[in-house]
């Protein structure tokens, strides 16, 4: 028994080192970006025609950007732990244009009766200033820096009130789902292949010092769910 939970321990810390591992920006770095950008487009295109995201498709709109990850891995015995990486799309308030992506990690550890494995897609609703604020910093924690709340499923129901609305859906089993606990961090090695520059996410998202033609279909399909505009800005 024991020899089993120490080959579960050594599993999770590797499975978190892998989760949170940043190298270098390289050409490898720019595929994995690439490749996270078009997973996230088709995600996005999915929730919207998924008749149990129907408050998602009413609402989303009402978001101030959303955070997609398309692959939240989770594995556990005793000690649980999560990790995956995701794009962060800024909604301008005052010109309703999408932004281009911006790359964050998110992941945990947990303690407690927990088994099994899990993948989860993830799409994330950041609703208040808090919230948008948090994704703005070096590094936050969901829940504490920022409340959030699951995501409502039915037409009439109502969500919670909290910074960040998570809506989810999972594949295999894991008792004890919850995303909150969780390190969201900027990816900005990631972000610096993707856009052959050093850039912060506020670089990207406020300042808007920078562009990528991959993300185009990306923005398109936000710009379409919630019935706003997108439009390619040259600098």
């Not at 089993?173 to 390190?183: D, L, Q, R």
């Amino acid at each position: 028994m024991i020899h089993k939970i120490l080959l579960t321990v050594g599993f999770c810390t590797l499975f978190l080192f892998q989760a949170f591992h940043i190298s270098s920006a390289t050409a490898d770095d720019y595929t994995d970006t690439k490749a996270l950008v078009d997973k996230s487009t088709v995600l996005l295109k999915s929730f919207g025609q998924d008749p149990d995201m129907t408050w998602y498709q009413n609402n989303v709109q009402y978001a101030k950007a959303v955070f997609i990850v398309p692959q939240m891995l989770k594995a556990g015995f005793f000690l649980g732990g999560s990790g995956g990486s995701g794009a962060l799309l800024s909604r301008d308030m005052k010109t309703n244009i999408w932004s281009y992506p911006v790359f964050y990690s998110m992941g945990s550890v947990s303690f407690g009766l927990q088994v099994g494995g899990e993948a989860s897609e993830i799409v994330l609703m950041i609703m208040t200033d808090k919230g948008m604020d948090s994704m703005l910093t070096t590094s936050f924690k969901l829940g504490a820096d920022a409340t959030v709340a699951a995501g409502p499923m039915g037409i009439g129901a109502k969500a919670a009130t909290a910074d960040i609305l998570a809506f989810a859906r999972s594949k295999g089993v894991f008792m004890g789902i919850s995303i909150e606990g969780a390190i969201v961090k900027p990816r900005d090695k990631w972000n610096a292949a993707y856009y052959k520059q050093s850039v912060s996410p506020a670089d990207i998202i406020i300042r808007k010092v920078t562009t990528n033609p991959q993300a185009e279909e990306l923005r398109k399909v936000i710009a379409t769910e919630t019935k706003l505009q997108t439009k390619k800005v040259t600098y």
